[in-house]
């Protein structure tokens, strides 16, 4: 069955350092890959999404993402966080039928 | 401009009654979907729909029910029978619900309590 595991409820970085969400899946195919980003009391942004092709993709707002097949993994990463970037990020996997399934959701934030 | 549109966004309901959560898109999308989401448990499905009068059920629908008569709008009802819907609801649309994957678009929400 189709899964997603993110395995960091919360994570507090300081502003200006580097950031890395932890993201994995378990799909029986190949798996299509996105990562979207939620404000308090909002609804969820696309920051990136994989399909195929180069395994390190580029998203909005500087992020990028890194799939892994040998780890099952689609790890979220930023050089340098915002104040901004205080949010909650959720990981997906959709399957052929365009069914998604999501993570429960990382909850960062950002220290001054 | 293009976008999902969910109202109203705060909601509240007496136990026992009927609601209804509106959704609306101008993005002639043919997929639409209802999530609800809990702190701690991410998003989870109740119903889709791929196309005009048809729509299957989610993950977990007991207690929902939908219609979708129209292309552009995909009303959620949340009947007495649902034993837990204190909830944030999150309605979203793609462009095609048929074979392939299709990234999902959101609207802002609706926050659902019963009194």
């Known amino acids: 069955a189709q899964s997603v595991t993110q395995p960091d409820i919360h994570i507090t970085v300081s502003e200006g350092a580097s950031l890395e969400l932890r993201c994995n899946y378990s799909y029986g195919a190949t798996p299509y890959l996105f990562w979207y980003v939620q404000s308090p009391g909002q609804g969820l942004q696309l920051l990136l999404k994989y399909f195929s092709g180069d395994t390190l993709v580029q998203g909005i707002k500087g992020f990028e993402a890194e799939f892994k097949r040998s780890q099952s993994s689609f790890n979220l990463r930023k050089p340098s966080v915002h104040w901004s970037d205080a949010a909650e990020y959720f990981c997906a996997v959709g399957d052929n039928f365009n069914k998604f399934y999501f993570g429960s959701g990382t909850k960062l934030n950002v220290k001054p | 401009d293009g976008g999902i549109t969910q109202s109203p966004k705060y909601l509240f309901r007496k136990e026992g009654q009927n609601v209804t959560l509106s959704c609306e898109q101008n993005l002639n999308h043919d997929a639409m979907y209802w999530y609800r989401q809990d702190p701690g448990q991410g998003l989870r499905l109740i119903y889709y729909s791929q196309i005009v009068n048809d729509f299957q059920k989610g993950d977990i629908a007991e207690g929902y029910s939908v219609s979708r008569e129209k292309k552009e709008s995909f009303p959620l009802t949340v009947t007495s029978a649902q034993k837990n819907p204190t909830a944030f609801y999150l309605c979203?649309?793609?462009?095609?619900?048929?074979?392939?994957?299709?990234?999902?678009?959101f609207g802002p929400g609706t926050r659902l309590t019963v009194l």
């Open positions: 979203a649309s793609s462009i095609s619900g048929g074979y392939g994957v299709n990234e999902q678009f």
